[in-house]
């Protein structure tokens, strides 16, 4: 059974970097997405941006932020975040879908970017 633990969340002025971990145990392969969703106070999850061995794509409003990547020898998937801003403010919740399984999802990381 896979299971994701992350981590790399904070508090950080407007402007300021963070990068999230999330790592898988069980078996992951590098076709299996990951990736990662965020849900901010009274809204809905959101997502954010995904990687698999056919490439990654992130959400629209944070192309040129933010950078997902992975280090499938770790089974570790990455979220690096630039230039944060107040609305970026969110719980981080990474996921992946294992071969022939159901979405699994992380705990949350908290990210909380003060203007």
């Known amino acids: 059974q896979v299971r994701l633990v992350e981590s790399g969340g904070g508090l950080v002025q407007a402007g300021g970097s963070l990068k999230l971990s999330c790592t898988a145990s069980g078996t992951i392969f590098s076709s299996n997405a990951m990736g990662w969703y965020r849900q901010a106070p009274g809204k809905q999850r959101d997502w954010v941006a995904t990687?698999?061995?056919?490439?990654?794509n992130v959400k629209d409003s944070v192309k040129g932020r933010f950078i997902i990547s992975r280090d499938n020898a770790k089974n570790t998937v990455y979220l690096q975040m630039n230039s944060l801003e107040p609305e970026d403010t969110a719980v981080y919740y990474c996921?992946?879908?294992?071969?022939?399984?159901?979405?699994?999802w992380g705990q949350g990381t908290q990210v909380t970017v003060s203007s």
């Open positions: 990687i698999a061995s056919g490439g990654s």
């Open positions: 996921f992946c879908v294992p071969t022939g399984g159901t979405v699994v």
